[in-house]
């Protein structure tokens, strides 16, 4: 079998989509997490949400980096770099570090791409797909105005902190010309931009080599998107 990341034919690893540990904050009392399957328009329950045999062990490890640096920052109960309560219409989170935390959201959003699995149908990369897989092979996350990304935070009433019990593979839109991924996950609707072409203010400079993302904030409540989201999934039992 070939790996999709180094193309050496290797044994390969039934790899999560999503990491795991985007999962964990929505499961219930059964340990199950809740996923959503949009195509049918219907949630399931998975004890480990979805995966694939893409990778090989080492390219698994290339990934796993990658991800263990964006559990620690993002949701880490003790070290997480974003902030417990979110205050404004915007915040920045500071420190983190560009390559990594850039190459994590790239390789999401390829990985759905190169996924056979039904409930990643929305991402389609096309010619991007192979110059992803060079980028990430190479752990190269590119110019800030290469694939760049945005997101906004989506704020608790109860807590004032980021509304992180909801998850979303991702959904396609085609805005100017160029395809946006959304996806929602650690309490931020993420939008990844990734057109090959990069003319244009496509995408206000919200994250660059200085590590500082500058994040929208709204009320989850507030978003039409994520509050359809929410009465889709099953209330949490505590
Ligand atoms: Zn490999």
Redesign the pocket.
Known sequence: MT??????A?P?LDSHILPEFVYRPTYDSSHTAVLLDLQEGRRGKRQKGFTERL??????Q?FSRWESYFARVWLHPAQALRPAVLSGDVVKVAGLDYSIFKLFHLSLVWRAGVSTRREFDAVQLGAQEDKLRVRLLNADPGRPDQYPFFGIAQRDALTRGFQDQLLRAFEAARVNGHWVYTAYFGGVLWHYFMSGHSRGALVPAVFDQSGTLTLGVQDWTDNLSVRDLAQRMPPRRR
Do not use: A, T, V
């Not at 790996?3 to 050496?8: A, D, G, H, N, T």
């Open positions: 790996c999709k990341l180094c193309l050496q290797k390969l990778l090989c062990g080492d390219c698994e290339h």
